[in-house]
């Protein structure tokens, strides 16, 4: 069974930086896609970062530029280096791997849609203030 596990988040003025981790484990099939989405009361989860198997990144355009993503496949664990942190960042930040379905499509095929990610963990969650 798939456990996802977030970590990192908290508090930071604008400008700020925070870098958030997720372990993953429990994989019984191919993955090639992992990434981070976030989420705002009442709004719907969106894509912010995305890697593939190979290391190719995809970025939301609201946080190219700022935020790095990465993965440590020795520890199993991914990464979302966040620096000038701006308060429309503000959200609850969950990592994301694809269901078993989606396990073998590119992060360029599967990011727009978040049903193809699954189970989720408790997610983490960043505040930034003005």
């Known amino acids: 069974q798939v456990h996802v596990m977030e970590s990192g988040g908290g508090s930071v003025q604008a400008g700020g930086s925070l870098r958030l981790s997720c372990s993953a484990s429990?994989?019984?099939?191919?993955?090639?896609?992992m990434g981070w989405f976030r989420q705002t009361p009442g709004k719907e989860r969106e894509g912010v970062a995305f890697?593939?198997?190979?290391?190719?990144?995809h970025y939301a355009d609201s946080v190219e530029g700022r935020f790095t993503i990465s993965k440590d496949n020795t520890k199993n664990t991914l990464y979302l280096q966040m620096n000038d942190l701006k308060p429309e960042d503000t959200a609850m930040y969950y990592c994301?791997?694809?269901?078993?379905?989606?396990?073998?499509?590119?992060?360029?095929?599967?990011?727009?849609?978040?049903?193809?990610?699954?189970?989720w963990g408790q997610g983490t969650q960043v505040t930034v203030s003005s």
């Open positions: 890697i593939d198997d190979g290391g190719s990144t």
């Open positions: 429990g994989f019984t099939y191919t993955v090639l896609c």
């Open positions: 994301a791997t694809p269901v078993q379905e989606a396990g073998l499509q590119p992060c360029a095929v599967i990011a727009p849609f978040p049903k193809r990610f699954g189970p």
